[in-house]
Each structure stands twice: as C-alpha cells, then as structure tokens.
C-alpha cells in the first residue's frame, strides 16, 4: 500500500484520549434527572416527540426530547400491544449505565405493575448489557413448558424423542449435545 493510502486508514484518536473530560463537557446528572422528570414535550414541536431509531429512542431531558412523558408513553404502548396480541409471559427489562436508566426503569416499571405485567430484572438491580437480556430470554423460553411439546420444555421433548429413537438422532462430538439425523 501507498503511504497516503495507509494514513487514510489509520484511526483518528481524539486529543482528549487517555486524560480527564474538561469539566465543560461534563453533565450535571442533578439538573439532568430533575429535567427527566420535570420538563413537558410540546407534541406539536417534532423534535420533542418519541422518536425510534436503530437502538430505540434517543434524545435528551434538557431538549424535551427523552424524559418521563416519553417513557411512560412507550410503556403504556407496549403494554397495550402485548395486551391486544395475548401476550401473558413476562417483561425482561434491563438498564444500562446512562444517567437516566434508573429512573426510565422506575417511571417503566410503574406503568408495567398498574397494567399488570410481570416484570423480570438482574437480581440486585444490575446493569443489563443488550445480550444478557436476549440470553435471559432464551433461557426463559428454553425452560417454558410448551403446550405444542405435550406440556414440555424442548430441551425434555428433544430427551424424549431421543429414548424413543435414538436411531433419528446424533451426537454433536464438539458440544456432546443430541441434534436431527440429517
């Protein structure tokens, strides 16, 4: 490769790298829950209003743009959504370690209790990164006895059909697991 090539590939590193935020970069996280909690989207203002994108719904509380309102708002959504569809098992809800996620999750978690919804969270109120949830989900429904399985998880179907006939299946060697003779 060419040198100008190279340079146009290397990382740009930013000068604050390795050293202390300036403090006029810094967020007074008092202001900003007070703000969460107390300032009211003008819904007739586009910038204010619950808007999604690739990992949900961004903004700020010192823009109206992310505080209580929207929260309680998305909740309420979902928990009429799952209420429409017979949705009946329970919610996982995990936080991260932005300033306003504990109090999403709190406005979150009155809306879910008065509309009923069971609620799963890390014990001891832990953060949650993305795939812990989707992991929990999976175990969840891995271990969910299903009335299409005759009222067993898949993993105790899987068992079952293997003592049956074990000729229709074989043993992954990597993982000792059972998997379709295919």
């Known amino acids: ?11 740009r590193i930013s000068p604050l790298a390795g050293k202390p935020a300036p403090p006029a970069s810094l967020v007074n996280v008092a202001k900003l829950v007070t703000a969460y909690y107390a300032e009211v989207p003008d819904p007739a203002v586009a910038a204010q209003r619950v ?12 823009e109206r743009s992310f505080n209580e309102f929207h929260v309680l708002a998305i909740t309420q959504a979902i928990c009429q959504y799952r209420k429409a569809h017979h949705i009946q098992g329970p919610l996982f809800l995990g936080i991260d370690t932005h300033a306003l996620s504990e109090p999403a999750r709190a406005s979150a978690l009155e809306v879910l209790a008065a509309n009923g919804v069971d609620v799963m969270l890390a014990q001891g109120d832990e953060y949650t990164p993305t795939p812990a ?14 009335k299409t399985l005759r009222g067993l998880t898949p993993h105790e179907f899987v068992c079952a059909q293997w ?8 043993r992954d060697p990597t993982h000792l697991t059972l998997g379709l003779y295919i």
């Open 1 to 11: 490769m060419h040198e100008h090539q190279l340079s146009s590939l290397q990382t």
């Open 163 to 170: 003592q049956k006939d074990p000729t229709i299946f074989t």
């Open 133 to 146: 949830i989707s992991h929990a989900i999976l175990a969840y429904n891995h271990a969910k006895r299903l």
């Open 51 to 62: 808007a999604f994108g690739t990992s949900g719904h961004r903004g700020s509380a010192f």
